[in-house]
Nanobody
Framework: QVQLVQSGGGLVQAGGSLRLSCVAS????????MDWFRQAPGKERDLVAA??????RVPDSVKGRFTISRDNAKNTVYLQMNSLKPEDTAVYYC????????????WGQGTQVTVSS
């Protein structure tokens, strides 16, 4: 049984930092791309970071502020978020995506990030 268990998140003031963690079990972690998404109320779920096979990428909307990293020995992916803005407020999800597929197969439970102004 595959599980992605998230931790971190919470309430932070604008300009602050948070780190999210996502521990995977039940899969061969190194063979999966690990992504972070977020979904704000009334909006679509957006990709904010992706990592796999030695490659990391983040969209322009968070570039320079968000960093994704992973520790394959610990089956863990991290999302470091710096210089947070109120518009970063959302529920954040980690997801595991098999190589060669465009969509995630497994999802974490989600964690709330709230940035106050």
């Amino acid at each position: 049984q595959v599980q992605l268990v998230q931790s971190g998140g919470g309430l932070v003031q604008a300009g602050g930092s948070l780190r999210l963690s996502c521990v995977a079990s039940g899969l061969t972690f190194s063979r999966y791309f690990m992504d972070w998404f977020r979904q704000a109320p009334g909006k679509e779920r957006d990709l904010v970071a992706a990592s796999g096979y030695g490659s990391e990428r983040v969209p322009d909307s968070v570039k320079g502020r968000f960093t994704i990293s992973r520790d394959n020995a610990k089956n863990t992916v991290y999302l470091q978020m710096n210089s947070l803005k109120p518009e970063d407020t959302a529920v954040y999800y980690c997801a595991a995506r098999p190589a060669g597929l465009a969509e995630a197969r497994y999802w974490g439970q989600g964690t709330q990030v709230t940035v106050s102004s």
